[in-house]
């Protein structure tokens, strides 16, 4: 008897886990320390005041309780704390087992006789930097209600900077292993977890009780994972008359480095009760420049707090702050809901101030004001070939690739005001044009807004180039003026005394490098300063010059300085729909400010001018298909350095285009959803600027049943006003879908993108059937659809024997075992349907009961069935 007693004791102290999760910090290489959570069950006489922990190097260690703090719901918090160091790189499970978990958990099989574990996978990798996981900052200990949406978010947040995701996973057991026979609590519609936000939605509660779930939280550096912790947690089902709170809208922020953030929070109450609100967030726990969320009033039905943070530069980091924002109402009954929403905050550090670009030989020297902080490491170099029109977005860090641009140095030092740079020593291009930006760059990595852009090139030699400019353009008969400074402060070396010589050299192409000597002008002076280059085809491309100087002396010839280099400006067209796009091709040690694009007037035979530009693209819209257009640039630039002209004008060929239809139309947005009652599904489609419209003449829709098949037209429209298609793919709705649009000359636009719709979960088990032998409703028949290829389900008694199984989707129990009516009541099952999905064959899980009536003549209520 005493021995009796003694077991069940310690069975039922045992009883006591309801959620944990293990986190760490490292402190050193090889070295870290551990936190272990735990949430218990504050009735239980189980209590432990130190948890053993598995390391994953064959090694087990026992650590010691450093808090304890009660919570609401009957929740005790349990902080353990050890460190732990490892003998090498190398991945690691750290497991805490503790026996066992509460009673009575319905999507845990005996559950109290299952051993509660919790486990973080760990990366001692020296390639990626010392980390820490994230720490989960919002307990889980909230109720749930039937029939309302459940959230749960664990307000993850990562010290160290690094990206998060987050998904469902399976509950544990000994040694981090799977609980047989879990399943995941039941849904009316779905429990999921969203793996940006890190919102656990249970939408919603179908059954009362206790449930557990599991989920991860990813830890992501530079697109590897570097870290797993698995949070495991229990969620209590009630039913009550108690209305969750709501709270107000929120918005996400982006804010740079000394602007203020100052909102409030609001929430109210359906049912009039109390409201306490909480803000969970790792800006409130910054060392250098802490949040503060505090209580502006209060009173039944309704609260407002208010949440202020001025950031500073410690607060910059590549990932946004999540704020969860938690509204629990203090209800008469017995179960007090909640209302979680959340918001990010991203702060921004400011964008530098380049203030100059200074050619220095075949090098730019850039110089920028001082960044005001000795927080960063310094900053980084980009450089693009040509001036850009990009202009950063308001919520973004750093240079993104799509700019074009390209790093070209990193300059340590907060306090560093100037880089060289040399392009790895080599020394830049003469003829182009050099666009900078630069970032400052954070501790952990993240880059400020990108400064502004300052536009430079090399400074030629002698003599100093100032006009290529197209005269006439032909293929035979072109000329082209070709036109150079004189030569200054030849004194200045000794013995370049003269005469002197100019050697003018062409090639084809902007950027051509095959020169030929095309003339050479001998002089005392240094007074003839241009040619005329003629009998030229201008009409099929550009030519680029080069000069050199030479000091003819008998005896002492010899190059003075360095060449001198230009290309003429070609004007490159290409016809499209109602239009001409233009590409201009120039080289140039000037910097060019402006294209000024002119087109033949046919009426007067004057070209007028259509339009400016500073970029090396031009596109002249509205014309007419099939009509000629003939075209020139001309293009205005200047050297920056001081003493050299800054008004130089020159002049590309003529260029003539016919436009002609040839450009797809735009690719349409699409949108599917699904009629599962009626088997079909509808897709629509749009198009994000109605002028794309204009040039539609009728859609083709494609569709593929699964991932694995190729899509394949499903109907073509004919009618450019028609945005929907209703498509019958058989039994199973499931598929994917693409539109595509074309005009009247056949072309045909880029297929938009694909978008899926997954089989809809339409079957059902009723709750009653009556095996009374008057033919109605006799059998137990599921409603299904041809999607369900089969099932498993078992049904047992209330003593948990088996008494029917069949896999055929429709069951069709005639209610007996061993060849007789079974008794009236309650029978449970267990079923696993297996349907047909976009992905293939899926299995999703059902539990219920279903009662048994045998009575002669008893009827079924319709609300029963």
């Given at each position: 008897m005493v021995a009796l007693m003694l077991s069940c004791f310690i069975r039922a102290g045992a009883t006591h886990n309801r959620a944990g999760e293990i986190t760490y910090v490292q402190l050193s290489d090889l070295t870290y320390k551990f936190t272990i959570t735990t949430f218990t069950y504050t009735l239980s006489y189980a209590d432990r005041p130190q948890l053993e922990i598995q390391w994953g190097d064959n090694s087990t260690s026992i650590a010691q309780r450093i808090s304890i703090l009660f919570l609401p719901n009957y929740y005790k918090r349990n902080i353990y704390e050890i460190n732990h160091t490892f003998p090498g790189p190398g991945v690691y499970k750290i497991v805490m087992q503790d026996p066992n978990r509460n009673a009575n958990v319905l999507n845990i099989p005996n559950s109290v006789n299952?051993?509660?574990s919790i486990y973080t996978t760990l990366v001692v990798n020296p390639v990626i930097g010392r980390n820490s996981t994230p720490i989960l900052l919002?307990?889980?200990?909230?109720?749930?209600?039937?029939?309302?949406?459940?959230?749960?978010?664990?307000?993850?947040?990562?010290?160290?900077?690094?990206s998060l995701s987050y998904a469902l996973t399976v509950c544990t057991r000994e040694e981090g292993k799977p609980i047989e026979g879990y399943t995941l609590p039941p849904a009316t519609h779905f429990l999921r977890v969203d793996s940006i936000t890190g919102d656990l939605i249970w939408d919603t509660p179908r059954d009362t009780g206790k449930y557990n779930v599991a989920m991860?939280?990813?830890?992501?550096?530079?697109?590897?994972?570097?870290?797993?912790?698995?949070?495991?947690?229990?969620?209590?089902?009630?039913?009550?008359?108690?209305?969750?709170?709501?709270?107000?809208?929120?918005?996400?922020?982006?804010?740079?480095?000394?602007?203020?953030?100052?909102?409030?929070?609001?929430?109210?109450?359906?049912?009039n009760d109390p409201i306490g609100l909480k803000a969970t967030s790792g800006i409130f726990t910054l060392s250098s420049c802490p949040a503060t969320f505090t209580k502006v009033d209060s009173v039944r039905g309704s609260a407002t707090s208010r949440l202020r943070w001025t950031p500073c530069y410690q607060a910059v980091r590549n990932q946004p702050y999540d704020v969860i924002i938690k509204a629990d109402d203090y209800s008469?009954?017995?179960?007090?809901?909640?209302?979680?929403?959340?918001?990010?905050i991203r702060v921004l550090g400011p964008s530098p101030v380049l203030v100059s670009a200074v050619p220095v030989g075949k090098f730019i020297h850039l110089t920028w004001n001082n960044y005001g902080t000795n927080v960063i490491t310094g900053f980084n170099i980009y450089r693009k070939d040509g001036a850009s029109s990009f202009k950063p977005d308001s919520c973004s860090l750093g240079m993104p690739p799509t700019a074009g641009f390209v790093k070209v140095g990193f300059i340590d030092g907060a306090t560093t005001v100037s880089?060289?740079?040399?392009?790895?020593?080599?020394?830049?291009?003469?003829?182009?044009?050099?666009?900078?930006?630069?970032?400052?760059?954070?501790?952990?990595?993240?880059?400020?807004?990108?400064?502004?852009?300052?536009?430079?090139?090399?400074?030629?030699?002698?003599?100093?180039?100032?006009?290529?400019?197209?005269?006439?353009?032909?293929?035979?008969?072109?000329?082209?003026?070709?036109?150079?400074?004189?030569?200054?402060?030849?004194?200045?070396?000794?013995?370049?005394?003269?005469?002197?010589?100019?050697?003018?050299?062409?090639?084809?192409?902007?950027?051509?490098?095959?020169?030929?000597?095309?003339?050479?002008?001998?002089?005392?002076?240094?007074?003839?300063?241009?040619?005329?280059?003629?009998?030229?085809?201008?009409?099929?491309?550009?030519?680029?010059?080069?000069?050199?100087?030479?000091?003819?002396?008998?005896?002492?010839?010899?190059?003075?300085?360095?060449?001198?280099?230009?290309?003429?400006?070609?004007?490159?067209?290409?016809?499209?729909?109602?239009?001409?796009?233009?590409?201009?091709?120039?080289?140039?040690?000037?910097?060019?400010?402006?294209?000024?694009?002119?087109?033949?007037?046919?009426?007067?035979?004057?070209?007028?001018l259509i339009g400016t530009t500073n970029q090396l693209q031009f596109v002249d819209n509205g014309l007419t298909n099939g009509k000629q257009y003939c075209y020139r640039v001309r293009s205005t630039g200047g050297y920056t350095a001081p003493g050299l002209p800054t008004n130089l004008i020159n002049f590309s060929e003529i260029t003539c285009v016919t436009p002609v239809d040839n450009e797809a139309p735009c690719k349409p947005d699409i949108t599917v959803t699904s009629q599962c009652d009626s088997l079909y599904n509808t897709v629509r489609w749009s198009f994000q600027d109605p002028a794309c419209l204009d040039d539609v003449a009728g859609y083709?829709?494609?569709?593929?049943?699964?991932?694995?098949?190729?899509?394949?037209?499903?109907?073509?429209?004919?009618?450019?006003?028609?945005?929907?298609?209703?498509?019958?793919?058989?039994?199973?709705?499931?598929?994917?879908?693409?539109?595509?649009?074309?005009?009247?000359?056949g072309n045909v636009s880029p297929q938009s993108d694909m978008i899926c719709v997954d089989s809809c979960n339409f079957y059902e088990i009723p709750?009653?059937?009556?095996?009374?032998?008057?033919?109605?409703?006799?059998?137990?028949?599921?409603?299904?659809?041809?999607?369900?290829?089969?099932?498993?389900?078992?049904?047992?008694?209330?003593?948990?024997?088996?008494?029917?199984?069949?896999?055929?989707?429709?069951?069709?129990?005639?209610?007996?075992?061993?060849?007789?009516?079974?008794?009236?009541?309650?029978?449970?099952?267990?079923?696993?349907?297996?349907?047909?999905?976009?992905?293939?064959?899926?299995?999703?899980h059902l539990s219920g009961f279903v009662h048994v009536i045998t009575e002669a003549g008893a009827k079924i209520k319709k609300q029963e069935l």
């Open positions: 299952v051993v509660f919002n307990p889980p200990y909230d109720k749930a209600a039937r029939g309302y949406v459940f959230i749960h978010n664990p307000a993850a947040y990562d010290p160290d900077g690094d991860f939280i990813q830890e992501w550096r530079k697109g590897k994972k570097i870290s797993v912790v698995e949070r495991d947690m229990q969620i209590e089902v009630y039913d009550t008359k108690n209305r969750p709170p709501v709270n107000g809208p929120l918005h996400d922020l982006c804010v740079k480095v000394g602007d203020p953030v100052d909102f409030n929070v609001s929430a109210t109450d359906p049912d008469t009954e017995i179960v007090k809901l909640s209302d979680i929403d959340k918001m990010t880089f060289i740079d040399t392009d790895n020593g080599q020394g830049l291009q003469y003829g182009k044009d050099y666009a900078y930006r630069i970032v400052a760059v954070y501790p952990n990595g993240a880059e400020s807004i990108v400064s502004n852009e300052v536009v430079s090139s090399l400074v030629s030699g002698i003599p100093v180039i100032t006009n290529v400019s197209v005269r006439s353009t032909s293929t035979t008969n072109g000329s082209i003026l070709v036109r150079w400074l004189k030569p200054t402060r030849l004194d200045t070396i000794p013995s370049a005394i003269g005469p002197y010589q100019y050697l003018i050299y062409r090639a084809a192409g902007v950027t051509g490098t095959d020169y030929q000597l095309i003339t050479t002008i001998s002089t005392a002076t240094l007074n003839e300063t241009e040619i005329i280059d003629t009998l030229i085809n201008t009409q099929s491309g550009g030519y680029i010059y080069k000069i050199e100087l030479y000091n003819n002396t008998t005896g002492n010839r010899f190059l003075i300085g360095d060449p001198g280099y230009a290309s003429s400006v070609f004007l490159a067209a290409s016809p499209g729909d109602k239009k001409t796009r233009f590409i201009i091709g120039r080289n140039v040690p000037w910097i060019n400010t402006a294209y000024d694009f002119f087109r033949l007037n046919d009426a007067t035979g004057v070209y007028d083709t829709v494609y569709y593929k049943m699964t991932t694995d098949q190729a899509l394949l037209p499903v109907t073509t429209i004919n009618n450019k006003n028609i945005f929907s298609y209703k498509h019958y793919p058989g039994d199973v709705v499931s598929g994917c879908y693409t539109v595509s649009a074309f005009d009247l000359a709750n009653v059937f009556t095996p009374n032998g008057d033919d109605i409703n006799d059998r137990l028949v599921a409603k299904t659809s041809g999607l369900v290829e089969k099932i498993d389900i078992k049904i047992f008694n209330r003593y948990g024997v088996l008494i029917f199984q069949t896999s055929e989707p429709k069951i069709n129990w005639d209610g007996t075992y061993n060849g007789k009516i079974v008794s009236p009541g309650v029978y449970f099952y267990q079923c696993d349907v297996f349907e047909r999905r976009i992905s293939g064959l899926e299995q999703f």
